[in-house]
């Protein structure tokens, strides 16, 4: 009953953001479609910049059909319930959303795709790193959340679908992930100083594959995360050709060493592709965050000049 009580006190007190706001959150939902992190399915939220219990993402709809208002609706970062009792069907994945806000207090938005291009490196053993600077928003590295491992007996379904709390969690903490090392360190300062270990208000690493499924990232705006969603892909692919060369060229290597008869008998030299370092990513994506709002006006303006979305609540800040 008192959190019933809690619940309906919230839900009058709760502050609407602006109607930029919105429309930023429509726009940005329409990017992601045209630069195909999202088709059908995939879905973007914000965190409620008045009241950061809640945040926004559209109704159980098509990324590219969000247009007003209407189309979005409001949950409970708690546990994914609806503000709106009466609110229409959502996204069974918005625990995705939740938990992260949950975990992340400095998390402003998620960004959850199921790109081609980006699939093959959740199921295969090679890791997606960045290979160039503009990719230095996803992180040098990119875990991998395998639900199998964190499915319960009471998951009834294993769909690969992040469905309820403690399958988010899970997903969360990959954003933050430990080694044996941090663990060792933590373990010692929390003796020493008596101090629980602290998470981050913005975790390490933004962006997290999921096995066999997509991936997610997130964002300290709803731009950002948009940023770091698109590159993720641009990366993908330019990590996949540059994998696809460099192979080719290693065997035309070992066919021309051994084929043409050569009489040297030690093994043949493997090139492998450059990866950004971490120092790298870092640097890059702090250069480059302070331009980020130049793709933002141009992708604004091509999905205003497609004839495919709308939005009823006219152009986003910056467009």
């Known amino acids: 009953m008192a959190d019933d009580q809690q619940r309906t006190a919230l839900a009058k007190a709760s502050k609407h953001p602006s109607q930029e706001f919105f429309s930023t959150l429509i726009t940005a939902n329409h990017i992601l479609h045209y630069h195909n992190v999202v088709d059908a399915f995939g879905h973007i939220s914000a965190r409620n910049p008045q009241d ?22 409001e ?34 938005a998620v960004v959850h795709g199921h790109p081609e291009v980006v699939l093959p490196f959740s199921i295969s053993s090679i890791p997606l790193r960045p290979v160039f600077h503009m990719a230095g928003v996803m992180g040098a590295q990119c ?14 379904l294993h769909s690969l679908l992040v469905t309820n709390e403690h399958l988010g969690a899970g997903l969360a903490a990959g954003f933050n992930p430990s080694t044996m090392i941090s663990k060792t360190t933590n373990l010692i300062r929390n003796y020493i100083t008596s101090q629980a270990t602290s998470t981050p ?18 964002g ?43 009489k040297e008998t030690g093994p043949a030299k493997h090139e492998d592709v450059k ?40 152009p986003p800040p910056g467009a």
């Not at 559209?58 to 609706?73: C, F, T, Y």
């Not at 120092?279 to 890059?284: L, M, N, Q």
Request: net charge negative; glycine share 8%; proline share 5%.
């Open 143 to 156: 875990p991998i959340y395998d639900i199998q491992q964190h499915y319960k007996t009471s998951d009834n």
């Open 275 to 314: 990866y950004l370092s971490e120092r790298e990513c870092k640097d890059a994506w702090t250069a480059n965050q302070g331009h980020a709002e130049r793709p933002w006006k141009l992708w604004c303006a091509e999905v205003a000049a497609s004839g495919l979305y709308g939005n009823e609540l006219g």
């Open 201 to 218: 208000d913005f975790p390490p690493n933004p962006t997290v594959l999921m096995r066999g499924h997509g991936f997610t990232c997130i």
């Open 75 to 108: 949950y409970y970062v708690s546990d994914a319930s609806p503000v709106n009792k009466d609110a229409p069907k959502g996204y069974a994945e918005r625990f995705i959303h939740s938990e992260i806000y949950k975990k992340f207090k400095g998390v402003q």
């Open 220 to 262: 300290a705006s709803m731009q950002e995360a948009v940023y770091r969603a698109i590159y993720t892909c641009t990366n993908a692919r330019v990590q996949t050709t540059a994998m696809l060369m460099q192979g080719s060229y290693n065997v035309g290597l070992v066919g021309e060493r051994f084929g043409g008869g050569e």
């Open 52 to 73: 950061d219990r809640t945040f926004f993402i559209s109704k159980s709809l098509a990324p590219a059909l969000v247009s007003n208002r209407e189309d979005i609706e």
